[in-house]
């Protein structure tokens, strides 16, 4: 059963910078792309963030394409995203997730193409 454990989320400052990071369990990560997905309050959830099974591929939203950075690292099957330059509208849920099998050298920021979802992590962006 897929497991995946969120953390690194809390409150920042205009302009500042945070790490959400996400332990995965009970799969082997290298067989899943995995992505970030965030809902601000009274909006859709949206996904902001993926990267390919292989690592190869990354894909952002135009909402936070050259401020946000993921990244995985294989040998502690973690998922982290970089947060930089933060804005308030950036105030959201974030969750991570891991996506459906086959997303080898590709993946889709799209609420259908997720397989499991973390417990979600609160960021807030206030100064």
């Known amino acids: 059963q897929l497991k995946l454990v969120q953390s690194g989320g809390g409150l920042v400052q205009p302009g500042g910078s945070l790490r959400l990071t996400c332990a995965a369990s009970?799969?082997?990560?290298?067989?899943?792309?995995m992505g970030w997905f965030r809902q601000a309050p009274g909006k859709e959830r949206e996904g902001i963030s993926c990267?390919?099974?292989?690592?190869?591929?990354?894909n952002y939203a135009d909402s936070v394409k050259g401020r946000f950075t993921i990244s995985r690292d294989y040998a502690n099957h973690t998922l982290y995203l970089r947060l930089n330059g933060l804005m308030a509208e950036d105030t959201a849920v974030y969750y991570c997730?891991?996506?459906?099998?086959?997303?080898?050298?590709?993946?889709?920021?799209?609420?259908?193409?997720?397989?499991?979802w973390g417990e979600g992590t609160l960021v807030t962006v206030s100064s």
């Open positions: 009970g799969f082997h990560l290298n067989s899943y792309a």
């Open positions: 990267i390919s099974a292989s690592g190869s591929t990354t």
């Open positions: 997730t891991a996506l459906k099998r086959g997303y080898l050298t590709t993946c889709r920021l799209d609420n259908s193409a997720v397989d499991s």
